[in-house]
């Protein structure tokens, strides 16, 4: 099993940047792959950004440029940085893990982009 804790989420003015963390309980160089999903209200869960045990990432168009998955294997913990935020970034984020052929999810954490 994998838990996994977010935190970092918040209130952002347009333009503005945040970083979010998500710490796993076990070793992440076992965990096939890592990544971070969101909802907003009245809409699915969606794909932001992924990164494989071997380091291979990969990004919905909408961030490209803006957002960047990054992890730090000595504390099991992967990150998001998100520049230059816009308001449609608005949502949940999800913290997902893929470990033993089946997923993983954390709490979430809300991130606000307004004015």
């Known amino acids: 099993q994998v838990q996994l804790v977010e935190s970092g989420g918040g209130l952002v003015q347009p333009g503005g940047s945040l970083r979010l963390s998500c710490a796993a309980s076990r070793n992440i160089f076992t965990i096939y792959i890592m990544g971070w999903y969101r909802q907003a209200p009245e809409k699915q869960r969606e794909l932001v950004a992924t990164?494989?045990?071997?380091?291979?990432?990969n990004y919905a168009d909408s961030v490209k440029g803006r957002f960047t998955i990054s992890r730090d294997t000595a504390k099991n913990t992967v990150y998001l940085q998100m520049n230059s935020l816009k308001p449609e970034d608005t949502a949940v984020y999800y913290c997902?893990?893929?470990?033993?052929?089946?997923?993983?999810w954390g709490q979430g954490t809300q991130v606000t982009v307004s004015s």
């Open positions: 997902n893990a893929g470990y033993a052929n089946r997923p993983y």
């Open positions: 990164i494989t045990s071997g380091g291979g990432t």
